[in-house]
């Protein structure tokens, strides 16, 4: 019989959760993680991998009509919305059962429930059935996550979603409009335009992917646009309405009015930091509206509190949280301690084509007075490129004294590519380091070796 008192409780198992739990108990911790509703939390449930099994999809879909080029002729195709609804919870239920299963094999102590913060050393446990009992630890670690963010004046309904909602439809609408033109947005846009479906993404500010450098969200624009998305940049969304027909949006685009109507809305207006205030105030334990405040090892303004992932504000990204996770894992059990540091954080949208990036833009480090020399090269200029038909394409990496801070890949296979690009940032790696890298040949990799 497990000892209700340990080390460490971990509130919610989502990527950081699930990373610090796993990495403390494997480090020697006693240790107890508390998960109100599926285990890997958004990103296993309702986040990337939902979405990267829909996205899957469409691009094996879109690609059949590309390969004429090559002197295969697919024939007549066709696809069944249902039989990829079906991959898509097969691999949400791969993904939680293989979060419970590395917990499981850690020794974590998994407890299905509601967890409240009561006092800095103690959790309260909801059970699902309703009954309470009190956990103590040495640290909690916070790992709530996120929600959706709406703006006030949007309420959410039958027609109008947001991701969590239009992940659970199950039947494809034959037109939606996209509020909301950043990472979100336009991995759904590329998802419904490649099966088909009318897409009109409606954006605030003058372009989309506004944190993206601008030759990449420019890129992407055109390629959005080629699928058959109809994009709107500058436009302030004023009302949505469900009608009989559908949903009717009003906008202002730079004066002019906007009318768009679909079967359905998708809000990707962002998300925003679940902070659970009655036990954060209770506790004293320090926030603001971006997030619970953390140092530089993760920790409130209370001794043995820590806080991981979306809950912290910045970066929401699964890989973030796993780190930050790790990263308190590592100082709490003295097992190999790994540094988090935010800059080095890799971005995917996996749109078809993709943009990645790790470090800063061109315009991110001028605009912190860093004296910069940027280097672009084309993807048409590597041979496996044009083997495979990914011609369109650029890399864009920033020196700063001869330093790499920033790359950026807009083109197919950009996540995987950023991967290794993301190693040279993290340590700083100058072009002497960069020119020691034997890449094989031919591969897309090889690109690298232009910069
Ligand atoms: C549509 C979409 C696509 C995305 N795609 C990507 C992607 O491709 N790559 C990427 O890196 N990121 C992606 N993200 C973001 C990613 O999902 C999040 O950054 C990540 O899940 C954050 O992890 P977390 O551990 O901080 O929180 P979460 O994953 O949100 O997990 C928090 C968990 O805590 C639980 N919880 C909360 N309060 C309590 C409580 N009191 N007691 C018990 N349990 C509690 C919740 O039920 C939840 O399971 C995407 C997000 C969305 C919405």
């Not at 240790?31 to 509703?37: L, Q, Y």
Request: aromatic fraction near 4%.
């Amino acid at each position: 019989m497990m000892s209700d008192k340990y080390n460490l409780i971990v509130i919610g198992a989502g990527p950081g959760g699930h990373a610090a739990a796993e990495h403390a108990a494997k480090g020697g911790a006693g240790v107890a993680v508390i998960e109100k509703s599926q285990w890997g939390g958004t990103c296993s449930n309702r986040g990337c991998i939902p979405t990267k099994a829909l996205l899957a999809c469409s691009k094996q879909y879109a690609n059949l009509k590309k390969l004429k080029r090559l002197g295969i002729s697919p024939g007549e195709v066709s696809f069944d919305y249902a039989a990829m609804k079906r991959h898509q919870r097969q691999m949400v239920t791969t993904s939680s059962l293989g979060v419970q299963k590395s917990l499981k094999d850690a020794g974590v102590d998994m407890k299905s429930g509601e967890g409240r913060l009561i006092a800095p050393r103690e959790v309260e446990l909801l059970s699902p059935e309703g009954a309470a009992k009190r956990l103590i630890a040495d640290n909690i670690i916070i790992a709530w996550g996120s929600e959706p963010l709406l703006p006030p004046h949007i309420k959410p309904s039958g027609r109008i979603l947001t991701s969590d909602g239009f992940l659970a439809l199950e039947t494809l609408p034959e037109s939606v409009i996209i509020v909301g033109g950043s990472v979100i947005g336009v991995e759904f846009a590329t998802f419904l335009a490649e099966l088909g479906v009318k897409v009109a993404l409606v954006e605030l500010l003058d372009r989309i992917l506004p944190n993206e450098d601008k030759d990449a969200a420019d890129f992407l624009r055109q390629e959005l646009t080629r699928l058959g998305i109809a994009i709107h940049t500058s436009a302030n969304v004023e009302t949505l309405r469900e009608t009989p027909d559908g949903v009717h949006l009003k906008a202002t685009q730079n004066t002019q009015d906007l009318e768009i109507i679909a079967d359905f809305t998708l809000m990707c207006t962002g998300r925003k930091p679940l902070l659970r205030t009655d036990e954060l105030n209770q506790c004293g334990i320090g926030y603001n509206q971006k997030g619970i405040i953390v140092n530089e090892n993760q920790m409130t303004n209370r001794e043995g509190i820590y806080a991981i992932g979306d809950v912290t504000g910045g970066i929401m990204l699964a890989h973030r949280a796993i780190q930050q996770g790790k990263s308190v894992a590592g100082y709490l059990t003295g097992d190999h301690p790994i540094s988090y540091k935010e800059e080095a954080v890799p971005s995917v949208i996996y749109t078809h084509p993709g943009i990645a990036r790790v470090g800063l833009t061109e315009t991110q480090a001028t605009e912190r007075g860093l004296k910069v020399e940027t280097k672009r090269v084309e993807y048409a200029a590597n041979i496996m490129a044009r083997t495979d038909l990914k011609g369109n394409g650029f890399v864009k990496a920033t020196f700063c004294e001869d330093r790499l801070i920033g790359v950026t890949i807009a083109g197919d296979d950009a996540g995987e590519l950023i991967a290794s690009m993301s190693l040279a940032v993290a340590n700083g790696m100058g072009k002497k380091e960069l020119k020691k890298w034997i890449i094989p040949h031919p591969t897309l990799s090889e690109i690298m070796h232009l910069l």
